[in-house]
């Protein structure tokens, strides 16, 4: 082993030197041509082959994924040898840093017998101007170096084997992460990512789901079937991807429900804040940039686009017309413009952008499902509604288990009777039966959400009574009127009858 690396070492060294030497004394256009022939004479000499993986590609300059997964199989597996390390922070609270090859360092690793050495490097490139943003001059790359007659084991099984151990390495290891959309441009138009993101780590899961328990089971096997179904989708020639709509009363827990989902499915969850898009061009591009493996979330779809499409264009378009300022009438078109139309989120849903990438859920969360356009909640787009309503026993009985850790007690029953004779939502159940101090034991807390029942059903008995009352005074009224109205019909039916006889009197006299 200390021969090879003596040997690559002289190498390198005396490389290093001819090129400094060479740099220093040749005249550039004499270099360029010299340079083409060193480099085949280099690679016609030595037995090594040198393949690079730079940090950053194609045209856009996006983050190579190929470079993530081989720093992330590097940390994992070679970095305990490397003796320069660079310890680097990361968003995980559980594993705030992470130590990972410094530059210019090596690392060797043997592969099914065969010796492979992985070098990190990073490249300034000389510039005169300046800037307040990371410089993007920095270009970091790996170098993976081994003997050419392994060339066919290297590119056919082992770099396909470093790129999916770093995959999984890193979906086991990632931490969920919450994206909101703000379109944020900054000083001297330095553009922010459209997405900005922290840490998601919401404490819902199934288990605390407060609902019936075969409608929680089916949810669960819909989205397992979701998560392994990619052949399936595949073979169907369908966009992998399912739309949930979670309707309820406030309070049901529509957004818990998108928590626990998230951290069952280890899904990321981009909510999406339909008023801050700009316009259709805005959402597609936004909706481009999530991720695969993600949750996109758009919550009271009815209170962020105006589902009554062309009703309200038409109506806007006339105010716009009575508008005689012309800065008005600029400021009233701009704003127009920065809308999202229903067509627009439709196309985004299940057109071809949404094939972008593959494995997402989209879930739109409302108070009123009456209100919502056919279009929009039609099998394919939304494949699966979902209803969240009042608490019943047995999402009370979760509760329960959740705040005062009982499975049962004596006064379960008299909850059970109340709650089938009241309404009230999870969210109202569980803030009632919540200890508020140290001395709130399981009767005490159980005994004021049963006072806080009873209290609800005195309260829609007593609004029942009022709107039966109202109702039955309007219907007094209305047939008073109605009585009035025939009484008055005969009384002119009879002055009628008496002008006709005086007319025919006079008429014969
Ligand atoms: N089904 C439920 N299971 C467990 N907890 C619930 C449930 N419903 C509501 N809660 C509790 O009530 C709180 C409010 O619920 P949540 O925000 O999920 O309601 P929502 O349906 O999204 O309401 P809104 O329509 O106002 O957005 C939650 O923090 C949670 O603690
Ligand atoms: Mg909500």
Redesign the pocket.
């Known amino acids: 082993m200390a021969s090879e690396w003596s040997i690559l070492g002289t190498f390198t060294a005396t490389v290093m030197i001819a090129y400094t030497l060479f740099d220093k004394f040749i005249p550039t256009h004499i270099r360029s041509y010299v340079q083409i022939y060193v480099h085949k004479l280099i690679g016609f000499l030595s037995p090594y082959i040198q393949v690079t993986f730079p940090e950053f590609s194609g045209e856009r300059l996006k983050r190579s994924g190929l470079f993530t997964s081989i720093q992330t199989y590097l940390i994992e597996n070679s970095s305990q040898r490397a003796r320069k390390l660079k310890a680097e922070p990361t968003d995980n609270s559980n594993n705030p840093f992470l130590l990972s090859m410094d530059d210019n360092e090596e690392v060797t690793e043997i592969f099914q017998g065969v010796k492979l050495w992985w070098g990190s490097h990073k490249t300034m490139a000389k510039t005169q101007s300046f800037s307040f943003y990371p410089s993007s001059d920095e270009k970091r790359f790996y170098t993976l170096t081994f003997h050419k007659r392994h060339r066919d084991l290297v590119s056919r099984t082992y770099i396909p084997h470093v790129l999916e151990q770093g995959k999984s390495i890193k979906l086991k290891s990632r931490q969920l992460k919450l994206f909101t959309n703000n379109s944020y441009t900054g000083w001297g138009g330095y553009r922010k990512s459209k997405w900005s993101h922290v840490v998601f780590e919401h404490p819902?899961r199934f288990e605390?789901?407060?609902?019936e328990k075969t409608m929680k089971e089916e949810i669960i096997d819909d989205l397992i079937t979701f998560k392994n179904g990619k052949e399936y989708y595949d073979k169907i020639g369908k966009a992998w991807k399912r739309g949930y709509l979670?309707y309820?009363?406030?309070?049901?827990?529509?957004?818990?429900?998108?928590?626990a989902m998230a951290n069952f499915m280890y899904y990321d969850v981009y909510d999406l804040e339909l008023t801050a898009v700009k316009d259709n061009t805005q959402l597609r591009t936004l909706l481009i940039e999530t991720t695969s493996k993600s949750i996109i979330v758009i919550?009271?779809i009815d209170c962020s686009i105006d589902l009554t499409g062309k009703r309200m264009v038409k109506k806007e378009k006339e105010k716009s017309e009575n508008v005689k300022d012309p800065i008005k009438k600029a400021e009233e078109e701009e704003s127009k413009e920065s809308k999202v139309t229903l067509s627009g989120l439709l196309n985004c849903i299940d057109g071809i952008w949404s094939g972008c990438a593959g494995e997402r859920i989209i879930i739109f969360?409302?108070?009123h499902v009456d209100k919502l356009d056919p279009a929009l909640i039609r099998s394919g787009r939304m494949d699966k509604k979902i209803e969240?309503s009042y608490?019943c026993y047995e999402?009370f009985k979760?509760?329960a288990k959740?705040y005062l850790d009982v499975d049962y007690h004596r006064l379960f029953s008299v909850v059970e009777g109340l709650l089938k004779e009241t309404k009230m939502?999870?969210?109202?159940v569980?803030?009632n039966m919540m200890p508020k101090s140290k001395s709130d034991d399981v009767n005490t807390c159980l005994k004021k959400l049963i006072e806080s029942l009873e209290k609800a059903k005195k309260k829609a008995e007593e609004e029942a009574q009022k709107k039966a009352e109202e109702e039955e005074a309007k219907l007094k009224e209305e047939k008073e009127k109605e009585q009035k109205q025939e009484q008055l019909a005969v009384e002119e039916a009879k002055s009628d009858d008496k002008a006709g006889k005086e007319v025919k009197e006079n008429g014969f006299h």
């Open positions: 819902a605390t789901l407060a609902m979670l309820g009363p406030p309070g049901t827990g529509k957004s818990t429900m998108i928590a919550e009271d969360t409302t108070n969240l608490c999402a979760v509760l959740n939502t999870p969210a109202d569980a803030e």
